[in-house]
């Protein structure tokens, strides 16, 4: 038992694309092995409760709100936790480096910690904190929306409307997931 000790986990995609739901189901798989488990995600991400995430699927975790990553030691030191779960981590406000140093140190700790969260924005470009996480994860999952034009894998989160804030939150019906192909037709267009 508890052979699985100090892993990053990282699970990445577009919008839609079962992130949520699969950080969700590593959750549930840790807690049934009898891992200790704490859900957290950052305090912008307000789109429901304080205590909770919720996937699209509307199923929902009791997770902590974090305003700063650093508090994630405060409740270590409580409990004898031996998986984290952290919900949309390019959320999160510190910079990257320092969400890198901390998640690192924690497996460094043995911690095991598992991450969700978008790899790009509404326009392709990375968000800077999964770019860090990425290589140096060691399991790595990229997840895939259906494009909602053409019905292959999606790549981006493309924004319908003219909002050019990197975040707007919770207003998912503003955003559709669309492949490569599909995303360059409309940017031409528009
Ligand atoms: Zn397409």
């Known amino acids: 038992m508890h052979q699985y000790k100090g892993r990053l986990i990282v699970h990445t995609g577009s919008m839609f694309s079962g992130k949520?739901?699969?950080?969700?189901?590593?959750v549930k798989r840790f807690s049934i092995a009898g891992y200790r488990?704490?859900?957290?995600?950052?305090?912008?991400?307000?789109?429901?409760?304080a205590d909770e995430i919720l996937s699209h699927d509307k199923k929902s975790t009791r997770a902590y709100a974090l305003e700063d990553l650093r508090e994630i030691y405060d409740y270590l030191k409580e409990k004898e936790v031996q998986v984290v779960a952290i919900d949309e981590v390019q959320f999160l406000s510190n910079p990257s480096e320092e969400v890198v140093e901390i998640l690192t140190d924690l497996c460094s700790q043995g911690i095991t910690v598992i991450v969700a969260g978008l790899d790009m924005d509404f326009e392709g470009r990375p968000f800077e904190i999964t770019k860090e996480l990425m290589p140096v994860a060691d399991y790595l999952h990229k997840h895939h929306a259906v494009c909602t034009g053409c019905g292959t894998d999606a790549w981006v989160s493309h924004r319908k409307t003219k909002d050019k804030n990197r975040v707007v939150l919770g207003a998912t019906e503003e955003y559709e997931p669309l492949c490569r192909a599909c995303y360059e037709k409309i940017e031409k267009r528009d």
């Open 37 to 49: 488990v704490l859900v957290f995600k950052p305090s912008l991400d307000t789109r429901c409760g």
């Open 20 to 26: 949520t739901s699969s950080l969700e189901g590593d």
